[in-house]
């Protein structure tokens, strides 16, 4: 994925303990993020029907409650996803899911915080996502396999054990899944 760059925006890539490789980039601004992953697709047909059908499924199985709207970027996926609260009780997160179907590729963006519900308060970070350029390469893979990502020249790893005073400001009042160390950019 090539990403812009956004004023004020925090960049964190979600990397796979087990092999290394960066599976996401979460892009926070204020009190919104958005997450980003790229799929490798059919060449002739769009999966992102069949795939928001899944999704919705999921978060349906977990107790949560996923609607089908029509949004900017077309068939959106409206989650309540069960979460546990900072004073650990169960509630829900409100998540946004928009996929934009490319040649051999998908784009999945899940909007979280305020851009998961607010349409004003999405309007940078979907303007970020119509800027993504994904690139998806010549090697021949399976339809809905990760693509993964690579880390931008100068990005700097952060564990999430260092000192506070070491970590930039992170997203975890958003609840965005946690995948383990991430690297972060900050422009």
């Known amino acids: 994925l090539q990403l812009p760059l956004v004023e004020g925006a925090e960049i964190q890539l979600q990397v796979d303990e087990a092999n290394g490789v960066v599976t996401a980039a979460m892009v926070v601004l204020a009190d919104s993020a958005v997450q980003l992953q790229a799929f490798a697709a059919p060449r002739t047909e769009g999966i992102w029907g069949e795939v928001s059908e899944e999704i919705a499924s999921g978060i349906s199985q977990q107790g949560g409650t996923a609607d089908l709207a029509d949004g900017p970027f077309g ?49 940078a970070l979907e303007g970020l996502v119509r800027r993504v350029v994904v690139v998806r390469g010549a090697e021949p893979m399976g339809p809905r396999e990760l693509l993964a990502l690579q880390l931008p020249e100068g990005a700097t790893r952060v564990e999430p054990d260092a000192p506070a005073e070491a970590q930039p400001r992170s997203a975890d009042d958003l609840n965005p899944f946690e995948r383990g160390p991430e690297i972060t950019e900050i422009h």
Do not use: N
Not at 81 to 96: E, I, L, S
């Open 75 to 123: 068939r959106e996926l409206l989650g309540r996803v069960p979460a546990q609260q900072p004073d650990g009780k169960v509630g829900f997160q409100p998540m946004r899911f928009v996929g934009v179907d490319g040649p051999r590729w998908l784009l999945r963006a899940v909007f979280h915080g305020r851009a998961a519900i607010e349409p004003e308060a999405a309007k």
